[in-house]
């Protein structure tokens, strides 16, 4: 089911204690996007707005990924490569988003948009799987 391949979480907005969760002050934002886990890969990208301007259009066989959104509002077109079934989810800043294997994906600002991108394994370039039937 295309439900389990895709997470979208906004993070609380708190002080008090948690892996994941950003902290609004005077000073400005400090978001915990994780605590615990080892990141092997660490990326930032932006996305402008635009027709045909995206990102992704790909699958992975293995990678889990994670997305934060600092910025701006991303429309993600994904398909379970297994079922076929499609969806499309709209992220926006905040939230974290986990991509896990078999599920294609492609990202579209909405807005402009910044955000970062974070796994546990290495960037395997084997592992990025062209597709285009979004």
């Not at 439900?3 to 978001?31: I, M, N």
């Not at 027709?51 to 994670?66: C, D, K, M, Q, Y």
């Not at 079934?85 to 926006?92: A, H, L, N």
Request: with cysteine; charged share 25%; net charge negative.
């Amino acid at each position: 089911m295309i439900a389990d391949k895709y997470e979208l979480t906004e993070l609380p907005v708190t002080e008090a204690f948690a892996r994941r969760k950003r902290v609004l002050g005077p000073a400005g934002e400090a978001v915990y996007l994780s605590d615990g886990p080892v990141i092997r890969h660490l990326a930032y990208f932006e996305l402008k707005a635009g027709s045909g301007l995206f990102r992704g259009g790909h699958v992975h066989r293995t990678r889990i990924e994670n997305f934060y959104c600092i910025s701006g509002r991303v429309r993600v077109a994904a398909v379970d490569v297994q079922s076929g079934e499609k969806t499309v989810v709209d992220f926006p800043a905040g939230h974290v988003l986990t991509i896990r294997p078999g599920l294609a994906h492609r990202f579209e600002a909405l807005a402009d948009a910044r955000l970062i991108e974070f796994y546990e394994t290495a960037y395997d370039p084997a592992d990025v799987v062209p597709f285009a039937d979004f």
